[in-house]
């Protein structure tokens, strides 16, 4: 089953944040989650989609923001995949693509024309995932930094 997310889902869901991002800042990354379901003032977060198992157990989820530009978009803004996961038992059963009709079925009803994401260019699997649901890669990039002293 898939469902927008609840005050009561926020400890699995953070969890599984944490799980998706192993090198951020766990703390940062819970605070977030929490301040979503709080009521979103200091969060970027705008939906998020949970799935769960049989036994009513998360075990997955989709969350967008509203980004005010996206490479290879024509829309502003534009609804961005911010994470996608499920957890590795759940993987390869349809759960992914549940969770992405739920994003998609948000951006038709909010009346956005297109939906963007990314992933990171060794993550294949998820190029590969994106692709089964029908994205197109449409650039490729290197993000730069330095730091200002
Ligand atoms: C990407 C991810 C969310 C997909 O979830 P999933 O439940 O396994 O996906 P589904 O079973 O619904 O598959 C959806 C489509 O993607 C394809 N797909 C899924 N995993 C794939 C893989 N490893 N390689 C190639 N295609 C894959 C499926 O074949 C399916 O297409 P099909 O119906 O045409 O066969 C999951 O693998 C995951 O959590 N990965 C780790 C986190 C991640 O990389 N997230 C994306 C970046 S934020």
Known sequence: MIRAVEAADVD???AM?????????????????????????GSIVEAVFLAEDDA???VGFVEL????????CESRPVPHVEGWYVEPVARGRGVGRRLMEAVEAW???HGFKE???????????????????????????IKLRKVLK
Not at 19 to 35: C, G, N, V
Not at 66 to 71: H, K, P, Q, Y
Not at 121 to 135: M, Q, T
């Open 107 to 109: 951006a038709r009803n």
């Open 17 to 41: 944040r944490c799980r998706l991002w192993p090198l951020e800042d766990a703390s940062e990354i819970t605070r977030e989650a929490h301040a979503f379901v709080a009521g979103g003032e």
């Open 115 to 141: 939906l963007a994401s990314d992933t990171e260019l060794h993550n294949d699997a998820s190029l590969r995932a994106h692709e089964s649901c029908g994205f197109q890669e449409v650039e490729r990039l």
């Open 12 to 14: 699995a869901w953070a």
């Open 65 to 72: 923001a509203l980004r005010g530009f996206s490479d290879g």
């Open 56 to 58: 009513r157990k998360p």
